[in-house]
């Protein structure tokens, strides 16, 4: 867990056997060494932390990770590219870029 940590659902998580780490969207380094040995990356980030998704794809393909979920849950952004939902289709396209496999989800 990371050191100091005081939010209650972080320890939570911890206590039912996550491991929970802390790295730096910022440092490639730190994301793919969180990534290694990671499967799949279901991506839950909003706001925008949704800028920190693009370096995200990129350590989990460094550190061979085989399925990538970035954060969509609304609207198709398959369909609808422009305004607030450039930078997703900008994501999509690096994904694709990468060859790393991606799921949409549109609920």
């Not at 005081?6 to 206590?15: L, Y």
């Not at 995200?56 to 607030?84: H, N, R």
Request: proline share 6%.
């Amino acid at each position: 867990m990371p050191q100091g940590s005081s939010n209650a659902k972080v320890q939570e998580f911890a206590t039912q056997g996550a491991k929970v780490v802390s790295v730096s969207y910022d440092d490639p380094a730190s994301l793919k060494s969180a990534l290694t040995g990671v499967d799949v990356v279901l991506s839950t980030l909003g706001g925008v932390a949704v800028g920190a998704q693009p370096p995200l794809a990129e350590a989990a393909k460094a550190a061979g990770v085989q399925l990538f979920v970035p954060s969509e849950y609304g609207i198709d952004t398959e369909v609808v590219k422009d305004g607030i939902f450039a930078g997703k289709a900008a994501l999509h396209t690096k994904l694709r870029e990468l060859g790393l496999a991606y799921t949409l989800v549109f609920p």
